[in-house]
């Protein structure tokens, strides 16, 4: 790990308590016997294989959803699937919209980056995206010898994709890639405009033979004809992260709660649907008692399809608790500053010894697993104050030490920060 690579996690992390995009490896603890499973039993066989999956992970807020998610991410694109990060929120994403929920997957759609660097650094996502990096790839592999050769040879390619359940859908995939063939910029985006279902008028695409808008009925539809057109591409397949960002469910009334969970339940019932093939679906909430606990036929209907817990075990059992982890609290804290104190020290050249890394995780440990009954998750407070202790120690030689009292100010300091960073947040959100 170069220096640049290790002050930006430094700075990500101290300044939020959360992870960055990239570099999660260098300091993941406790997870590689989950990705394991999953990369075996899944990613690399049955999903590969024609079949779909879906899990629910559980962490409470700031206990490493997110982290998890990145993780799966980076393990997806090693196996060559594209992937989709989705952040769920009340008013921009909120679950019980589907059509909004697909305009944000399309939005964030990503195929795997060359390099750390080119995902530090900025890689467009999205469907256009997509299509350009797909259209690049089919151009340079395709043996021509003239331009007229090379064009018919890309007809012939784009007509041979076939499999798509919605044909409005298949024909808009088709023109995209004429339009690049061609060279008609003005054309592309026309046809992009409605694979990212924004508002167009439907008559002005009758030509290109699209006759079905993407909306609220036709949700599911589209969506499964994009699992199947990012298979034709030539990728493993596609996987789905969605994170409940906030501490409730992504909705704003009981009504729209109800209508979310028939969507999350529709969801896993696709995973069983042939027309939604090589996919795998994560879906990451603060707390499963927002489904387990509640009464009513939604509720149940849900409660039966999340039985089973996940382990190396139980590989078909579909909830992940991140609190199930093989380490104790104090040792999972104390194991992660180990390693942010090593990258610390790439970043700053500022080689605090061993010793002092040791004893200042276990001491930020003891004071943030001390806090673990507030509403922000013990793990994302220990790194917040973990980095801001050892900012402390690098920034006085004489200092070799955060005491019991300074490690539980520490602590205080950082929970504080991150409410009001919430709490700001939030009122953009809402204004």
């Not at 992504?250 to 649907?273: F, I, P, T, Y």
Request: glycine share 6%; aromatic share 10%; net charge negative.
């Amino acid at each position: 790990m170069n220096k640049s690579i290790a002050k930006a996690i430094i700075f990500r992390l101290g300044e939020t308590g959360t992870p960055p995009e990239f570099g999660l490896e260098s300091f993941s603890v406790g997870l590689e016997p989950y990705l394991k499973v999953i990369e075996t039993e899944y990613l690399d066989s049955v999903i590969k294989s024609g079949l779909s999956a879906f899990k629910l992970i559980v962490g409470m807020y700031g206990g490493g959803k997110t982290h998890f998610l990145y993780s799966t991410r980076d393990l997806a694109w090693q196996c060559k699937y594209a992937v989709s990060y989705v952040s769920l929120s009340p008013t921009e994403c909120p679950f019980d919209k589907l059509e909004l929920v697909y305009k944000t997957i399309v939005s964030n759609l990503s195929y795997p980056p060359s390099s750390w660097e080119e995902l530090m650094a900025y890689q467009e996502k999205g469907i256009e995206a997509f299509i350009r990096v797909w259209f690049k790839d089919i151009k340079e592999k395709i043996n021509a010898k003239t331009p007229e050769q090379e064009s018919l040879k890309l007809e012939e390619y784009i007509k041979g994709i076939k499999g798509i359940e919605s044909t409005s859908f298949s024909n808009a995939l088709k023109q995209a890639f004429l339009a690049l063939k061609d060279e008609n910029e003005e054309r592309f985006s026309k046809i992009i405009q409605w694979l990212k279902a924004e508002d167009v008028n439907l008559s002005d695409y009758s030509e290109y033979r699209i006759s079905e808008s993407i909306g609220k009925s036709t949700a599911f539809r589209m969506l499964r004809s994009l699992a199947q057109c990012i298979k034709s591409m030539g990728y493993s397949g596609l996987v789905l992260l969605f994170d409940e960002a906030e501490r409730a469910l992504s909705v704003a009334s009981s009504r729209s709660e109800k209508q979310a969970l028939d969507n999350l339940r529709q969801l896993v019932d696709e995973c069983g649907n042939s027309k939604f093939p090589n996919s795998m679906i994560f879906y990451a909430i603060p707390d499963a008692n927002q489904i387990l606990e509640k009464r009513g036929d939604v509720y149940e209907a849900l409660k039966q399809r999340l039985r089973g817990m996940f382990s190396r075990i139980n590989p078909s059992g579909v909830r992940i608790d991140l609190e199930n982890i093989e380490f104790e609290p104090i040792e999972f804290l104390e194991q992660v500053g180990m390693k942010l104190g090593k990258i610390y020290n790439i970043a700053y050249d500022s080689p605090i010894d061993d010793y002092v890394i040791k004893d200042t995780s276990s001491t930020i440990a003891e004071a943030a697993y001390g806090e673990r009954y507030g509403d922000i998750g013990y793990r994302r407070t220990f790194v917040k104050s973990f980095i801001q202790s050892l900012h402390i120690l690098a920034n006085n030689k004489a200092k070799s030490q955060i005491t019991e009292d300074e490690a539980k100010d520490i602590v205080r300091d950082s929970i504080r920060n991150i409410e009001e960073k919430l709490e700001q947040e939030s009122d953009e959100r809402e204004y």
